[in-house]
């Protein structure tokens, strides 16, 4: 059975659940993902990487892999003909290792052939001696004078030091915990792709997926010493993203490899690369310390948090930045001391990952909440009540939260929420920890609840100047007027291609949008991260389309005689105050497009301060809560999550639908993390780089979800709108965390848990 | 080697077919039909889910040999022309589709679902979809396309 195709073509408003334009070529299997690209005369290129955490590299020898038949290329550090570095903040990462390998899957030759079994055949044999070296595999040793040196500048990253209030603060009630969090992985399905085309120009054109495309293009020039202008970036389709594609991939060595044979060449990562191929999230060690009055308000926090980075900077001074600035949650401290680290290590590199830095830093915080309820005897929901910040108050750098900042409300929307029922006396066996394992009947089985609040940055911070550029174009073409819409912004399947039709529907009021692939060919949209292309893009189309509409509005007022004042658009229509048509559009634009280009940028931040932390470091807050309800074995340490919902602030949903998909999805990541998702690395070593030992939550494991979304307009923001993408991610899995504690009275200092933290066997 | 099989209703043939290569790979890069996807390539993600005679199979777990002489059907066969086969329009309208790179195997295995079991309850779309991962939409819209696409063929 079928029906007639949905046309590509959508509609839909702000504030509307307009369809995605994509929908229909992803259902059918016609959407172009990096990995489908395909060129007629291609090869394949892979990647030879380091078996070793850390090696020296005395010699390699190519000879015999260049003897194998198909083999058109194969390249060494020697080949890369710019600057052998790259790096988002700190360019301290060589494209292809040269002289040290400093994490086991770096990097070190590439090759070109035919087929990928023959380039992977080859690799085999390139012959690489190393010779081993001592492998700072430990973070909480990173900082010894006798640890290892990673890179010769020293084996610490950042350290944010924060103090605000008293400087010795005593308090009657005192709780504390050390807390463990381990390295998690972004799992996005559509493997690290792209496609290399050498130009006539002797440049190269990339087809890749990505979040960022400019900060990619000016990565990529400096490796291959070309200027801009010869190093053209275009977004191909991107399976999910999560932060793993900030960092460069296989982009340099796809233009290496292009450049060298002069053949257009696809890489394409398998799983098992894919492990090794991006960073991950910081695995995070924490102390904290809450002190309080007898009634549960808090006093002052001190916390000490270690993030290991692994062997390069990637982005973790900013994470350190987010687990420094944010890193106690959104409550009242009259008094704190924190300080965040982030070191090098031999493990592999970590960097962003949807969270950045909030996330580890919510575990603990949220577990000694739970503490401090506890100690004071108040429940968990009242002692973040107690405590949470409002609108107007200052946070622990000193900045004054200005807008919504509704705690105690999202708190009380889960809380409301009905349980759900206890089990019954037969369960059904797909409703029990272990399910079809047949492990229990219900025997041993505690139910538990557990709740958490967040707060998260919206926008890049600390003074970053974080903009968007949008180009729009208003034509009427065979009698309709179409809008087009040109970013460099990465749709990753956040839905922004939707959000940016839906923002030129509104402003311009047309149906037609068309928006065009993202490239490099128009100004940078900045990174598909931190929740800020809604906000940050969204404004820049926002303001393009403004820019637009004024333009045709100033044509069509010199036409009709008329002011400007009193016109509005609508459709293919000029029309006035009281929206009588005043001329067609055809007839005031004739064949003449009308496209305007904006740069826009959100208020700017601040650096904060070096000593005390303090400063104005954000540029927006999103706020997230969540309830969990689980049924754990005792026996065995199996958890079901039977519930996991939440509520959430979103200032102004452009698409409610794909507003609550994004907060189903940051939720199942949460989730996954506190009882599941976890690279194992020991000594340097990766153990689990595949989808059947990195285990993810599957349709089986995660719980219905209810969402309850708030709408307080942020009145700095457009539209109103606050990001959406991370802050579910934060919160839920410290609620799965406080549910399984309060199902098996365990203290749980660490997640993942595992069966047998519960067990203690 | 030589591969000649039957894909989306017309028979497909394939030459110097190293005999190492799934066929996924040959849907993928040899037959121009890349719906079926690649994430993981060890038959945990089912992103890769094609019928193959009328079974569902995870398509990097099949040698390309193995699909000799026999008739594969995937996400591009599933609706004629144009058109889009209520399960894919469902996916579409229920807001499953976000990233989109799990939604060709989730489909294939729905419309299984739903050959088999036209009202599927929640457990059993749950145990029916426990194959395949998604991690952008935490599968509470793919459940919604799911009971959806099963409401639809109810009443037509």
Request: charged share 20%; aromatic share 4%; hydrophobic share 40%.
């Amino acid at each position: 059975m079928t029906t007639a195709q949905t046309a590509a073509r959508t509609t839909g408003r702000i504030g509307e659940n307009a369809q995605r334009p994509d929908g229909t070529l992803k259902v059918t299997g016609e959407f172009a993902y990096a990995s489908d690209l395909w060129h007629d005369d291609m090869v394949w290129g892979v990647t030879l990487r380091s078996p070793h955490p850390h090696a020296r590299i005395r010699r390699i020898d190519v000879t015999e892999a260049l003897t194998v038949p198909g083999v058109s290329a194969v390249l060494t550090a020697d080949d890369v003909p710019g600057e052998n570095a790259f790096g988002l903040e700190h360019a301290d990462q060589p494209v292809l290792a040269a002289e040290f390998v400093r994490y086991e899957g770096e990097p070190v030759a590439l090759v070109a052939a035919d087929h990928p079994e023959t380039a992977r055949r080859a690799a085999a044999r390139i012959r690489v001696d190393y010779e081993v070296l001592p492998a700072l595999t430990d973070a909480r040793r990173a900082l010894d004078d006798d640890a290892p040196l990673v890179h010769p500048g020293g084996n610490l990253v950042r350290h944010l030091r924060l103090r605000r209030g008293a400087e010795r603060p005593t308090a009657p009630v005192v709780v504390s915990l050390d807390f463990e969090v381990g390295m998690q992985d972004q799992a996005f399905l559509g493997p690290e792709s792209g496609l290399a085309v050498p130009a006539e120009d002797g440049g190269v054109d990339l087809y890749v997926a990505t979040q960022w495309l400019h900060v990619d293009q000016r990565q990529i020039c400096l490796a291959l010493g070309m200027p801009p202008e010869k190093v053209r970036l275009t977004l191909a389709g991107v399976g999910g993203a999560f932060g793993g594609r900030e960092d460069l991939s296989v982009h340099v060595h796809a233009c290496l490899l292009a450049l060298r044979t002069g053949r257009p060449v696809k890489m394409s990562y398998g799983r098992e690369e894919s492990f090794h191929g991006h960073v991950h999230r910081h695995p995070a060690t924490m102390t904290y310390e809450f002190g309080a009055e007898c009634d549960g308000t808090l006093v002052y926090a001190r916390a000490h948090v270690l993030l290991d980075g692994g062997a390069y900077a990637s982005s973790t001074a900013a994470v350190v930045g987010n687990a420094g600035t944010l890193g106690l949650g959104p409550y009242r401290f009259p008094s704190v001391a924190v300080d965040a680290y982030g070191v090098f290590t031999h493990n592999p590199p970590c960097g962003a990952m949807r969270g950045f830095g909030c996330v580890q830093a919510a575990f603990a915080h949220e577990a000694l909440m739970d503490e401090l309820a506890a100690a004071v005897g108040v429940d968990p929901v009242e002692i973040r009540r107690r405590n949470g910040v409002q609108e107007g108050d200052r946070n622990i750098t000193g900045q004054v939260i200005d807008s919504a900042a509704p705690v105690a409300e999202l708190l009380q929307r889960v809380a409301d929420l009905p349980l759900p029922p206890a089990l019954p006396e037969q369960p059904d066996l797909r409703d029990l920890p272990g399910a079809v394992g047949n492990t229990t009947h219900g025997e041993g089985v505690r139910r538990g609840v557990g709740y958490s609040v967040t707060y998260k940055n919206v926008g890049f911070s600390e003074g970053f100047d974080d903009y968007s550029t949008a180009r729009v174009r208003l034509q009427v073409t065979g009698g309709e007027a179409v809008a087009t819409v040109h970013t460099a912004a990465a749709e990753v399947g956040q839905g922004l291609v939707t959000v940016q039709q839906q923002i030129a529907r509104t402003e311009l009021g047309v149906e037609q949008v068309v928006v065009v692939p993202a490239d490099t060919a128009v100004g940078s949209a900045g990174s598909t991260s931190a929740s800020r292309q809604t906000y940050v893009t969204g404004g820049a189309v926002k303001a393009a389309c403004e820019a637009v509409r004024t333009a045709v509005l100033q044509r069509a007022a010199i036409a009709l005689g008329r002011p400007v004042a009193g016109l509005a658009l609508d459709g293919d229509k000029v029309v006035g105050a009281g929206g009588e048509v005043l001329a067609g559009l055809a007839d005031v634009l004739g064949d003449d497009a009308v496209e305007e280009t904006v740069e826009w940028r959100h208020r700017p931040t601040h650096a904060v301060d070096p000593e005390t932390g303090q400063g104005d470091a954000h540029v927006q807050f999103a706020f997230s809560a969540h309830r969990a309800v689980v049924d754990v074995d005792t026996e065995l340490g199996l958890v079901k999550v039977v519930a996991l919902d939440t509520a959430q602030d979103v200032g102004k949903a452009i698409n409610p639908d794909a507003v609550v998909g994004q907060i189903h999805g940051g939720s199942a990541q949460g989730m996954g993390l506190a009882l599941m998702e976890e690279v194992v690395v020991t000594d340097g070593h990766v153990r689990n780089p595949s989808f059947t030992d990195y285990l993810l939550p599957t349709v089986l494991d995660v719980p219905p979800m209810r969402v309850e979304v708030l709408e307080y307009a942020d009145p700095h923001a457009p539209y109103g709108v606050r990001g959406v993408g991370e802050p579910p991610t934060i919160s839920s899995g410290p609620a799965v965390a406080a549910a399984v504690r309060a199902a098996c009275g365990k203290p749980l200092r660490r997640v993942p848990i595992r069966p047998e933290h519960i067990t203690c066997t | 080697m030589r591969v000649t099989t039957t894909v989306n209703g017309t028979e497909r043939t394939a030459d110097d077919v190293w005999p190492g290569e799934s066929l996924l790979h040959l849907l993928r890069e040899r037959l121009g039909l890349p719906g079926a996807k690649n994430a993981c390539e060890q038959g945990e993600c089912g992103s890769c889910t094609v019928y193959l005679d009328g079974e569902p199979v995870c398509a990097c777990l099949v040698a390309a040999g193995q699909a000799v002489g026999r008739e594969v059907t995937t996400v591009e066969g599933l609706a004629p022309g144009q058109s889009l086969h209520p399960v894919q329009e469902a996916f579409v309208e229920a807001g499953a589709v976000q990233c989109g790179f799990c939604t060709p195997g989730l489909v294939v295995a729905a419309h299984d679902l739903l050959a088999r079991v036209p009202e599927p309850s929640d457990p059993e779309i749950r145990e029916a979809l426990a194959g395949n991962l998604c991690r952008c939409t935490g599968y509470e819209k793919i459940l919604d396309a799911v009971r959806l696409a099963a409401r639809r063929r109810a009443t037509r």
